[in-house]
Structure formats: C-alpha cells, structure tokens
C-alpha cells in the first residue's frame, strides 16, 4: 500500500522497503548464511556467529573498534553495566570491526572490559555488517534467549544502566 502510495517519489520508496526488511528480521533467527560468520577469540581461536549465540542467555552485542572514539567513552558505562547484570541470565559479546587484529588486542588489553570478545577480520565489510546494515559504530543489538534478534538498535550501555528494564524484561 505505502509503495503504491508514494510511487511518485523514489526515495520514499526506498526508505520503506529498508523499514519493512529491518522489522522482518526482528523476532527471527539470522539466516544460516549470516550465522557462518566467521570471527576470531582472544586466544586466537576461530568460531561461528552460530557458535556464540548457542546460549540460553539474553545477548547484548556491542560492535566497536579501536579507533572508535564515541565507543571509549561508553566504556565505563560497559562496565558497570557488565558488572551490575553477573550472575544473571545476559550474555555480553563485544565485537572488534578492526581489520588489525594487533591493534584489536592492544584496545582489549587498554579497555579492560569483562565479556566475551572477538574480532572480524573482514570489519565492516563483513557479512554480518552488511546484513544488519550499520553505518556507524558503536552499535549495540540484542538477541532473545532463543536466539533471535529482538533490538538491532539497542540502547547505549549508559542508557541500560539508567533503565534497566530494557535487559530485565528480557530475563525469564
């Protein structure tokens, strides 16, 4: 309706088809494609998106780089947020879009932030990226204890901290 609608005007057109393919990926698990990602860990192992997100846990990702000023400066925020929310059912993953894996571990070890971290080589041209369809980091996203992407435009760590029940009303 909204395309017949607005048919006269391209660029309408458009933002409404990537509104309809952003609310039709919500409440769904990511395509097996998508969950193939390949990523590295801390210690250099490879894993799968598929293999990260096989949990029973509310997921708060948090996609950043070193490089990435706004996302320092969240970094406090992470921690409490981190800290205030052991022990019960959220999973934090952070994921490094540096294409240098040296300066990825030289942050990690500056920042000092508990979670689970990784690394995608390919950054922002990752398919992960592309299909999530970010322009800027940091970017936050969180998945269901299913699996499934609930928020791709999460709140940042300083937002949670003020309104917890953004992670609370997620817990079973």
């Avoid at 006269?8 to 039709?24: L, S, T, V």
């Avoid at 949990?55 to 406090?76: K, N, Q």
């Avoid at 500056?110 to 995608?120: A, L, R, S, Y």
Wanted: glycine content about 4%; some cysteine.
């Amino acid at each position: 309706y909204l395309i017949a609608a607005f048919a006269d005007e391209p660029a309408r057109i458009i933002q409404i088809q990537e509104f309809k393919n952003n609310f039709d990926m919500l409440s769904k698990p990511l395509p097996e494609k998508i969950l193939a990602q390949r990523m590295k860990t801390k210690d250099g192992k490879e894993i799968s998106l598929k293999e990260v997100l096989s949990s029973t846990d509310v997921i708060y990702v948090d996609f950043w780089a070193s490089w990435c000023g706004p996302r320092l400066h969240e970094m406090p925020g992470e921690k409490q947020l981190i800290s205030e929310f052991r022990g019960k059912k959220v999973k934090f993953i952070l994921i490094s879009l540096d294409e240098n894996e040296k300066k990825w571990q030289n942050a990690m070890a500056k920042i000092n932030v508990d979670g689970e971290h990784f690394i995608i080589s390919e950054g922002v041209k990752s398919v992960l990226v592309k299909y999530l369809a970010f322009q800027e980091i940091p970017k936050y996203i969180i998945f269901d204890y299913n699996g499934k992407l609930i928020n791709r435009n999460a709140p940042r760590p300083g937002y949670v901290l003020k309104n917890k029940s953004v992670l609370l009303n997620l817990l079973k």
